[in-house]
């Protein structure tokens, strides 16, 4: 059963695709972006494909990832010319956040 009152993470994924042959280019500037953001927990870059990436932020609450949002932005502002425009035409990342509904840790 699911307990309402316990503190859920907070999560943000962003799907970015690298342009032709900036995928190195991408991953050097992606992993010397500062992540010094109040509430931040932890930060996951993900490979999904060749030219393709999930990034993934754990943050201790709504409110910080809100906050952060800014700074989060001017991270994408150095990314913008090593990135293709995606299927909508129009952005260069696909993103969503929210709190976790499930949380398990297994082997621990």
């Known amino acids: 059963m699911i307990d309402p009152t316990a503190a859920a993470a907070v999560f943000n994924v962003v799907h970015f695709r690298a342009k032709p042959g900036q995928a190195e280019e991408f991953e050097r500037t992606y992993c010397a972006l500062p992540r010094d953001m109040p509430g931040l927990k932890r930060f996951v870059l ?9 990034g993934i932020g754990e943050w201790t609450s709504m409110e910080h990832l809100v906050a952060a949002r800014p700074k989060m932005g001017g991270n994408l502002d150095r ?7 995606l299927d909508d035409g129009v952005s260069v990342t696909s993103a969503c956040s ?11």
């Open 98 to 108: 929210g709190s976790a509904v499930i949380d398990v840790t297994i082997g621990r």
């Open 46 to 54: 993900l490979k999904t494909g060749d030219e393709a990436y999930c």
């Open 79 to 85: 990314l913008r010319p090593l990135l293709l425009v």
